[in-house]
């Protein structure tokens, strides 16, 4: 099964897709980074492509309207599951958490 991971902030756009049948490991890596004048830089990283160049995305939020088209483009489309890694869990949250209505209270609360 394959499992696309989300780590979005302020500034970047990264995300991963991992094997998580047997033992968990990434099997592709990607982000959107360095957002100026309109545009972003990419890095696609799956086996022995590692891949760079400039895309047409001015914020982190634009540039999730790209991550689609990357995964189909390396043959990730059939996943089963999608997680984002939120860093604000304070002392209550130190473990991954299932995103639901009390989490969100919960983190709203910090």
């Known amino acids: 099964?394959?499992?696309?991971?989300?780590?979005?902030?302020?500034?970047?756009?990264?995300?991963?897709?991992?094997?998580?049948?047997?033992?968990?490991?990434e099997v592709f890596k990607g982000s959107y980074e360095r957002f100026r004048d309109g545009a972003c830089e990419y890095r696609f990283r799956h086996g022995e492509t590692d891949e760079r160049g400039a895309a047409p995305f001015a914020t982190p939020g634009e540039a999730?309207?790209?991550?689609?088209?990357?995964?189909?483009?390396?043959?990730?489309?059939?996943l089963k599951a999608v997680g984002?890694?939120?860093?604000?869990?304070?002392?209550?949250?130190s473990a991954p958490t299932l995103l639901d209505d009390e989490t969100v209270e919960a983190i709203a609360a910090l």
């Open 1 to 25: 099964m394959q499992v696309l991971v989300f780590n979005v902030g302020s500034s970047s756009l990264k995300f991963g897709v991992f094997n998580v049948e047997g033992d968990t490991h």
């Open 64 to 78: 999730l309207t790209g991550v689609a088209a990357a995964l189909r483009r390396f043959g990730f489309d059939r």
């Open 84 to 93: 984002h890694r939120i860093v604000h869990g304070g002392a209550k949250f």
